[in-house]
C-alpha cells in the first residue's frame, strides 16, 4: 500500500494506493474524483512542470530570468529538460514574459517559457 498527499485540488487527501494489481490500481482516502485520478497518474506516470531561472548579460548588467514548462513532463526526465535550460543564452530582447524560449523541449509536448523577465 502506497500513500500519496493529494494535490488535485486544496483539500490535500492523504490517499492510499493498492498496486498489487498494476492494472487495476485502487484508490482511497479521497474525497473527491480528483483524487482517484491524480493518484492513479500519479502512480502510472508520474510529470512535473519544470521551473528554473537562467542569467541574462545586458549592457546594463546581468539579470537572472525565471523559466518554465508550459506543461507538465515525465519525471524521469526532469533533468534533462534542466540541461536543455542550462544551455540557453539568451539576449535581453527574448527575456520577456510569456516568450517561448524552447518549442517542444526534447519532444516531450512542452514548451520553456519565460516567466519573469527583464
Known sequence: ?????????????????????KDDIKISGNACKIGIDYGIKEITDPRRIVTSSVSVNTPNGNYIVSLKTNGDVPKNHIFDV?????????????????????????????????TRGI
Open 1 to 21: 500500500m502506497l500513500e500519496l498527499i493529494c494535490i488535485g485540488c486544496p483539500v490535500g487527501c492523504l490517499l492510499q494506493a493498492d498496486t498489487r494489481d
Open 82 to 114: 534542466l540541461e536543455e535550460m542550462k544551455k540557453l543564452q539568451l539576449k535581453a530582447e527574448d527575456a520577456k514574459i510569456g516568450n517561448i524560449v524552447i518549442k517542444n523541449v526534447l519532444g516531450l509536448d512542452a514548451d520553456i517559457v519565460v
